[in-house]
């Protein structure tokens, strides 16, 4: 049991710790010992007195006086609801879900939304004991500890924990921009994405799956979707929403797909080279809406292209998705020539560092690149075979 006496007015609440009488100290309020379990909870309770502290120190901050009772009410998560993080959280996820059922967002994105939503909410009642934390109640300690417990506690990768702590700092930019808080208690957090080997099967493997006969004819449609992929660019997302309206002559006379990426909005325009254009002929009419393909749902399409890649007997180091078209697409491209610059606007991507990824894995680009300039060196090679 926990109390908060302020102007003489004490109110109590449980701090759901359980010791044994004879080890705690009165006179200190602590716990007697230097066990394993002493130390626990002692820090528990410092932990607790340091929270009720900022509490007290920011209500008088900002409102100019605090009771025993806002104080408990602010540190229990009660009353506090319209500018606390779950609560703001869930709004805004609940925007967003909104968004996705106008398709004008991706499910996933919201899918992954609600896993951040669900870690936070079980990490604060785990943690500290709560349901929810007003913004003003963060401090550096609260997103260095949530990153421990996603890292330990979840055994999630690094690019997991990045990927998870995003919506969170956002959430506290938001609040600030809301004037909830003034600072950014998160401010000196820094956390980015490691670079990993992107997936992608070689010029070859795609001849081979485009010569490859489907195990079963439903899987046709799915090797005909990933090779448009391969030749477009264009992710699954994208190329679901994809209409006739997306499709247009432009300047230099030739058919462009001009679109905007479903996950960044990000303008993405490519020009249509035969076989995107030959598979779009091919299931022109085969919708009753006006998007152009009739596109399975994503889990579908990885279940058929690993049947796929399995009959045209295609090796990867990495399991082959659909997303592993768009990866294809950038190598591929980048391998033939295409620049990056060219390269980074057909795909979509914000920043060319982006794209530059590419150019980092793909070893048939280096050699290319090494064919064009052993030849400069070839009258010095003879010169040095004289020597010699």
Request: hydrophobic share 35%.
């Amino acid at each position: 049991m926990a109390r908060i006496t302020i102007d003489g007015t004490p109110k109590t609440f449980g701090t759901k710790l359980e010791i044994d009488p004879n080890n705690w100290d009165l006179k200190h309020g602590r716990v007697q010992g230097k066990s394993a379990q002493a130390l626990s909870i002692n820090k528990k309770l410092d932990n607790i007195r340091g929270r009720i502290d900022k509490i007290y120190e920011d209500m008088l901050k900002h409102e100019g006086f605090a009771t025993a009772q806002k104080v408990k009410l602010s540190f229990l998560g009660v009353g506090v609801m319209d500018d606390a993080i779950l609560k703001v959280f869930n709004d805004q996820n609940e925007d967003f879900k909104k968004l996705v059922e106008k398709e004008e967002r991706s499910q996933s994105t919201y899918n992954k939304y609600i896993t951040v939503y669900n870690h936070l909410t079980t990490f604060i009642k785990e943690r500290y004991h709560r349901d929810d934390m007003a913004f003003r109640e963060l401090t550096a300690d609260f997103i260095r500890e949530f990153d421990f417990y996603l890292r330990y506690d979840l055994q999630s990768s690094h690019n997991t924990v990045w990927v998870y702590t995003m919506p969170v700092l956002s959430l506290v930019e938001l609040a600030i921009k809301k004037g909830l808080i003034r600072d950014n208690p998160f401010q000196d957090y820094e956390i980015n994405m490691e670079e990993t080997d992107r997936g992608y099967i070689l010029k070859e493997d795609v001849e081979k799956l485009m010569m490859c006969v489907p195990p079963h004819p439903r899987y046709e449609l799915v090797k005909d979707l990933f090779i448009f992929s391969c030749f477009t660019g264009l992710a699954y997302a994208d190329i679901k929403k994809l209409t006739r309206n997306n499709i247009q002559s432009f300047f230099d006379g030739h058919q462009w797909i001009i679109s905007r990426r479903k996950k960044s909005d990000i303008a993405s325009n490519v020009r249509l080279m035969e076989i995107p254009k030959r598979i779009i002929e091919k299931y022109q009419g085969t919708t009753r809406n006006e998007f152009i393909f009739p596109v399975p749902t994503n889990a579908t399409c990885n279940t058929h292209i690993g049947k796929l890649v399995e009959k045209a007997e295609i090796v990867t180091e990495q399991k082959v998705t659909f997303h592993t078209a768009r990866h294809t697409f950038g190598t591929m491209f980048l391998t033939e020539g295409v620049p990056l610059e060219s390269l980074s606007k057909m795909m979509g991507h914000k920043n060319i560092s982006t794209t530059q990824i590419y150019a980092k894995i793909t070893s048939q680009k280096i050699s290319k690149d090494m064919d064009l300039v052993t030849p400069k060196f070839k009258a010095m090679e003879e010169a040095f075979m004289m020597a010699i």
